[in-house]
């Protein structure tokens, strides 16, 4: 990327075509707009990945970890300075199982404080949160100012294992895209980013980590044998993410579609998604609400 520069700096009047990579990630994963197919979607790309390729991807992370943990400490910072006029990020995370929710937590969410963050694992709703609308626990767990919320799962789950095993009416769940939809409106207008990451993972793939997990003992607790019941599903289950993909990609909360197969690309894509969106909000530090000369002499006198 540097060599890039450089040579439009040394050929100012050269255009240079903007190599992919160059282009926000943002740009390259989000989901385009019309009908979804998943199948037409790579699981095992690494678009815009700044490397050739595995061997580089601990390095990517060192370049781009600073970054990141300085626009999440600004972020925070607003948080405690202003409240009220401070942002929030919203990352949600979905995808069929093993596509890696918990190892993007681990990996590109782990290398920012964890003080700033709150994150949250959606599980099958207990009696009480069912007694509520669905977006009641959703609501319940949203970020506050200058906090960075990660839902493992959402809202989402709401049209998805609920629509493949039946869980309420096709009515009900067919109402929810919309309501789905107001609502993350209403989000992102009082001040919310929303970021929707599909990790998009193969059937084959899906299949392989299953395999591991139950190979290794140190990964039997990634193991639920419910997953092969849900495996089974896939082609239920990709009905229901495509529409969810495509009913709710929208202008405010678009849906961004990351490919799973190759667990060093799917996390740092994750981590520069959110830097690219933390980015976007423009952060300064807050300003000292305090006479900052007169305070260094006070300290200095002390
Ligand atoms: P895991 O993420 O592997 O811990 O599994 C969580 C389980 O909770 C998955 O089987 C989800 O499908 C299920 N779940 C999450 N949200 C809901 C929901 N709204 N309704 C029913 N099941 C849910
Ligand atoms: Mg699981």
């Known amino acids: 990327m540097d060599g890039m520069i450089n040579d439009v700096a040394k050929h100012p009047s050269k255009t240079v075509p903007v190599a992919e990579e160059q282009r926000p990630l943002s740009d390259l994963l989000r989901l385009p707009a019309g009908p979804v197919d998943l199948s037409t979607l790579a699981t095992d790309a690494t678009l815009g990945f700044p490397g050739a390729g595995k061997a580089d991807a601990a390095h990517v992370d060192t370049v781009l970890q600073p970054e990141l943990d300085d626009l999440q400490e600004r972020l925070f910072a607003n948080g405690r300075a202003t409240p009220e006029a401070a942002p929030r990020v919203l990352l949600v995370l979905q995808g069929m199982d093993t596509s890696g929710k918990g190892g993007v937590i681990r990996h590109a969410i782990g290398m920012v404080d964890p003080q700033g963050l709150a994150i949250t694992s959606f599980k099958a709703p207990t009696k009480a949160e069912l007694a509520h609308p669905f977006l009641w626990r959703i609501d319940r767990a949203l970020p506050g100012p200058g906090m960075i919320g990660i839902f493992d799962r959402s809202h989402y789950e709401d049209v998805l294992v609920v629509r493949v095993h039946d869980l309420v009416p096709e009515d009900v769940w067919g109402a929810r895209y919309d309501e789905i939809n107001a609502w993350e409106e209403a989000l992102v207008a009082s001040g919310t980013t929303i970021v929707k990451c599909f990790l998009h993972v193969s059937h084959d793939k899906q299949k392989e980590r299953l395999a591991e997990r139950l190979a290794d003992p140190t990964k039997y607790w990634k193991y639920n044998p419910g997953d092969v019941d849900e495996r089974l599903r896939w082609p239920?289950?990709?009905?229901?993410?495509?529409?969810?993909?495509?009913?709710?990609?929208?202008?405010?909360?678009?849906?961004?579609?990351?490919?799973?197969?190759?667990?060093?690309?799917?996390?740092?894509?994750?981590?520069?998604?959110?830097?690219?969106?933390?980015?976007?909000?423009?952060?300064?530090?807050p300003a000292a609400d305090f006479d900052v000369e007169a305070e260094q002499k006070r300290v200095a006198a002390s």
């Open 236 to 285: 239920a289950y990709t009905e229901a993410y495509e529409a969810a993909l495509e009913r709710c990609s929208t202008q405010h909360a678009p849906w961004f579609v990351v490919p799973a197969d190759r667990k060093w690309y799917r996390n740092w894509a994750v981590a520069q998604l959110l830097t690219e969106h933390l980015r976007g909000l423009g952060l300064s530090w």
